[in-house]
């Protein structure tokens, strides 16, 4: 069974920056094996696709929301991907969560409040 924990989230101003992270575990669990995704959820909203990374971090994807802002990364060797959130805007206001898929497996998220 696979754990995943996000954790760096918090209150930041408008045009400030974050870095969340989430640490995967689980016996048996091969983290390099896995597409990694970042989803999040504002208030009151549908739950969206944010950022993915394929497992050896040579292909990410992005929401057209948060191009050039986002930067999705792993580190295999750390069991951990992680999202750098750049140029941060009152609209990325949500709970991010971080994933794959293929596993149907997500954390609890972290709350990410952008807001003067």
């Known amino acids: 069974q696979v754990q995943l924990v996000e954790s760096g989230g918090g209150l930041v101003q408008p045009g400030g920056s974050l870095r969340l992270s989430c640490a995967a575990s689980g016996i048996g669990f091969h983290f390099e094996a896995y597409v990694m995704t970042w989803d999040r959820q504002a208030p009151g909203k549908e739950r969206e696709f944010v950022a993915y990374i394929s497992t050896s971090g040579d292909i990410t994807r992005y929401a057209d929301s948060v191009k050039g802002r986002f930067t999705i990364s792993r580190d295999n060797d750390k069991n951990t991907a992680y999202l750098q959130m750049n140029s941060l805007k009152p609209e990325d206001t949500a709970v991010y969560y971080c994933?794959?898929?293929?596993?149907?497996?997500w954390g609890r998220g972290t709350l990410v409040t952008v807001s003067s």
């Open positions: 994933g794959s898929r293929l596993l149907d497996s």
